[in-house]
């Protein structure tokens, strides 16, 4: 267990909707990053957040987006969802930025119909 | 930029014999290296990491790696393979300061008993 959570674990969704995915980091890590796993891009930085203000950007589309609260925990927001979305999301964390390691998180499968 | 490059897509070994996987990188700067395992449907998981200190790293589960810079090689070594070694592993660099991670395309390690 990497201390790292995300919710949901799978998401079942149409085209065109909306889905917010959740992640909170390890306790005392500062630093929250995403990314997409699919079989053909394989994984995929998306967007970095480091105590509240986005640190760094990745191959994210406009349709995503993505805060990090005062309490740390991230949520990433995927609007008018395509089926080339289907993907596993993961949520990494670490105390900061390079070079301290990521832990990741269980990920979230989601498949859009 | 960074990038990394596995070299072989899938290895298989028997169950006790040595594994070797390779991986070559690129970097305008000394880098930070990692190796990450993902067991099927599991989250990412990290196994070991280089960040300038002895070019040999020790990490979990018996894996080693080494930094050879003449080379730009961060190979992962096993002496004997397990039944439970057996996973995608990918090689990972960060990107300099910015802490963002770059992925390999991954290879897949199979153990036959």
């Known amino acids: 267990d990497s201390g790292v959570t995300q919710t949901p674990k799978h998401l079942i969704t149409a085209t065109g909707q909306r889905v917010t995915l959740r992640c909170s980091p390890r306790?005392?890590?500062?630093?929250v990053y995403w990314y997409q796993q699919s079989l053909d891009q394989g994984l995929q930085f998306l967007i970095q957040y480091y105590n509240g203000e986005e640190r760094a950007k990745g191959n994210i589309l406009e349709r995503f987006s993505a805060q990090q609260f005062p309490d740390l925990h991230s949520e990433l927001n995927l609007s008018s969802l395509e089926l080339g979305d289907s993907a596993l999301y993961f949520c990494?964390?670490?105390?900061?930025?390079?070079?301290?390691?990521?832990?990741f998180g269980p990920g979230t499968r989601l498949t859009v119909t | 930029a960074q990038s990394v490059t596995q070299l072989d897509s899938h290895v298989s070994v028997s169950e006790g014999t040595p594994v070797l996987l390779r991986c070559n990188y690129s970097s305008s700067y000394s880098p930070s290296l990692f190796w990450y395992v993902q067991h099927p449907n599991k989250g990412l998981q990290l196994l070991l990491k280089y960040t300038s200190a002895a070019t040999l790293v020790k990490g979990i589960n018996g894996f080693e790696a080494e930094f050879k810079k003449s080379e730009t090689s961060f190979h992962l070594t096993k002496p004997s393979a397990h039944m439970s070694d057996a996973a995608e592993y990918f090689c990972?660099?960060?990107?300099?300061?910015?802490?963002?991670?770059?992925f390999g395309q991954g290879t897949e390690l199979s153990v036959k008993p």
């Open positions: 990494a964390s670490s105390l900061a930025g390079a070079p301290y390691e990521q832990y």
């Open positions: 990972v660099v960060s990107e300099y300061q910015g802490g963002k991670l770059i």
């Open positions: 306790s005392g890590d500062l630093s």
